[in-house]
């Protein structure tokens, strides 16, 4: 089957994500998460959220979403040039250009606290949440290239479902709960097949213990040196 074949298949406004494959180092993580993260720290820790802007950026910002504005009061700068500062320290640490499979394991405000396939220990699973707004098959497999390009040491699986991650639990849809489309990520290649079962159950979320931080902040901030030194050691290798 060809690529086309899953780009014409649907999904719904919340597809339920599941991904499960061998785990990475810590070393390996640590540059997946931030990379993979995107760095703007929304969440209702303000101050946590505020003390990880300074690192990363030099000011503080307790929100997220008035990133830019934060940037124009507190460094001087206008909207542009306040736009080009964070992009280029992003560029630091070569963030990705992706959206729907970012990992969230800094900070998150979502329900079920800090999320993503990921985490710090190099776990590679994800079973509990759903990605949207109406993705396309097509939008998701260029996001996977992206980082398997990136980390060609991933070997994972991942699937979409049929409905969000609720109904999957509950049986509580119109339709019965399968994957639509499944990825193989490996040797930095991705692969699309037709899901024979699913790849693992999804799991309820566990608001018992949910906290928005993923972190602390000595860890972030090494996680953030570690990266840089990373990448300005590869951009000095492609230099010579």
Do not use: H
């Amino acid at each position: 089957m060809d690529n086309q074949y899953f780009f014409d298949k649907g999904l719904p406004k919340w597809p339920a994500l599941l991904v499960k494959g061998e785990s990475v180092t810590k070393e390996q993580a640590i540059e997946i998460l931030i990379r993979t993260d995107d760095l703007e720290f929304s969440c209702n820790e303000r101050e946590f959220s505020s003390e990880l802007s300074k690192i990363f950026y030099g000011i503080k910002d307790s929100d997220g979403w008035s990133l830019r504005n934060k940037v124009q009061e507190q460094l001087g700068l206008d909207w542009e040039s306040a736009c080009d500062y964070i992009r280029k320290k992003k560029y630091e640490v070569k963030d990705l250009d992706i959206y729907y499979l970012q990992n969230s394991r800094i900070v998150s405000c979502w329900i079920g606290g800090t999320k993503g396939w990921c985490d710090w220990n190099g776990n590679i699973e994800c079973s509990n949440y759903n990605i949207g707004k109406w993705p396309s098959i097509e939008e998701v497999y260029e996001e996977w290239c992206v980082i398997a390009k990136e980390f060609p040491y991933l070997n994972l699986r991942s699937q979409l479902m049929n409905c969000e991650a609720y109904e999957a639990i509950s049986d509580d849809g119109e339709n019965e709960p399968k994957p639509i489309v499944e990825f193989i990520v490996k040797d930095g290649k991705v692969e699309m097949v037709e899901p024979t079962e699913q790849l693992i159950p999804m799991t309820d979320i566990d608001i018992s213990n949910r906290s928005e931080i993923g972190c602390t902040l000595e860890q972030f901030r090494q996680a953030v040196d570690y990266t840089k030194a990373k990448v300005a050691k590869e951009k000095m290798k492609a230099i010579i």
